[in-house]
């Protein structure tokens, strides 16, 4: 007597698993010990089972069953820190080792702002803001500006200089700035004020008091002017109202 057919099947992978991993979506600065780990990993045959890591290539973490992400905490202090990955697929066989090196900064960058190099008035709504910063760390990156301390403008690449339009309306200006570096640590805000005076001043002059005739050459100017923006600076004369002292 012959019995039926019976069978069963396996899949052979003599292939281990491919991978790549990220760190908080490719970045290489970072300003908190702990991140996200972003996984790729494939397999052509029997396809990726688990995934486990390391901090020095040599101890490994037990292993976990393959995600996308993982939570990850590097050790304090800042400087160059490394986590390392290795993938296996379902057959039990494991990919190459593959890490990645990311930079911790912790060190806020500090800076300051001047407006039009520290003056203290300005007769137009367009001035150059001057800038320093520093950062010992990764390195200075960007920065956002503020008329109100409260609503900020897009960041923008750290440069040393810049000109902005101030709000309309003669008065106090406040120009506020905050400075990025590459890590995303942001400095305290720093800020410089300028008083903005688009009205001439007003006046009149008299001669010895108001007289309409004289019989000396030399008089006394009587001066007579007001300025409810800056205030009153200087003054000088002409005798033909072309040339003037």
């Not at 490394?82 to 800076?111: C, E, H």
Request: charged residues 20%; contains cysteine; aromatic residues 10%.
């Amino acid at each position: 007597n012959v019995s039926e057919t019976y069978s069963t099947s396996i899949i052979l992978d003599t292939r281990g698993p491919k991978g790549k991993m990220t760190v908080n979506g490719g970045e290489k600065y970072i300003h908190e010990t702990t991140v996200t780990l972003n996984l790729s990993a494939m397999d052509d045959g029997s396809g990726v089972g688990k995934m486990c890591f390391s901090s020095d290539g040599t101890f490994w973490t037990e292993v976990e069953d393959y995600a996308e992400t993982k939570e990850w905490t590097f050790p304090s202090g800042d400087g160059y820190k490394k986590v390392y990955v290795k993938f296996q697929d379902k057959s039990g066989r494991w990919s190459v080792v593959s890490g990645v090196r990311v930079s911790l900064d912790t060190q806020i960058p500090t800076g300051s702002i001047k407006i039009n190099a520290g003056a203290a008035y300005t007769s137009f709504s367009k001035v150059k803001l001057n800038f320093t910063g520093s950062d010992k760390g990764s390195g200075m990156s960007g920065m956002s500006f503020s008329f109100d301390g409260t609503n900020w403008e897009p960041l923008v690449r750290f440069v040393s200089s810049k000109s902005v339009v101030l709000p309309a309306g003669d008065g106090v200006k406040t120009v506020y700035v905050k400075f990025y570096d590459k890590a995303g640590n942001a400095s305290p805000v720093y800020s410089d004020t300028i008083i903005m005076d688009t009205l001439p001043p007003t006046g009149t002059v008299e001669v010895n008091g108001g007289a309409r005739f004289i019989n000396q050459p030399d008089v006394t100017l009587n001066l007579n002017a007001v300025d409810e923006g800056s205030g009153l600076s200087k003054m000088r004369f002409s005798s033909n109202g072309t040339t003037w002292t």
